[in-house]
């Protein structure tokens, strides 16, 4: 079964990237770019802002696709992450939702933080980082 979800990758003035904390699994306790599952008769950008303003509480505006990867998830069924590039335009920083955490990451910060596997690699890979 492929479940179709949706990142967002934003950065501040300073160029550090937005993350979150997982607070559930996939990933509990280990940090990623916010996101989750595209709801029934969403679009990907609309999947984008709402997820980000649930985990973040930041409002953002959608841009390009960055790119794509497929993780595993529980059963068989594999999930289909579109992550798209994201600028703030309102909203207080907080965590909420499913997220116990959330902070903006320098380079350096990336390095040391318990981060989900595989995203360094693919930030990398889209020209992110």
Do not use: F, N, Q
Request: hydrophobic share 40%; aromatic share 4%.
């Amino acid at each position: 079964m492929r479940v179709r979800c949706v990142g967002g990758i934003v950065r501040d003035g300073e160029g550090r990237l937005l993350l979150v904390r997982r607070g559930r699994p996939p990933g509990e306790g280990l940090w990623s770019i916010p996101g989750g599952r595209v709801e029934p008769g969403e679009d990907d950008p609309a999947a984008v802002a709402r997820e980000l303003k649930e985990e973040t509480g930041l409002d953002v505006v959608v841009g390009a696709l960055a790119g794509t990867v497929e993780r595993p998830g529980p059963g068989d069924a594999v999930y289909e992450i579109h992550d798209y590039a994201a600028t703030v335009a309102g909203g207080t920083l907080r965590a909420g939702d499913d997220a116990s955490d959330v902070r903006w990451a320098s380079a350096d910060d990336l390095r040391e933080l318990p981060i989900t596997p595989g995203l360094l690699d693919a930030l990398a890979r889209w020209g992110v980082l």
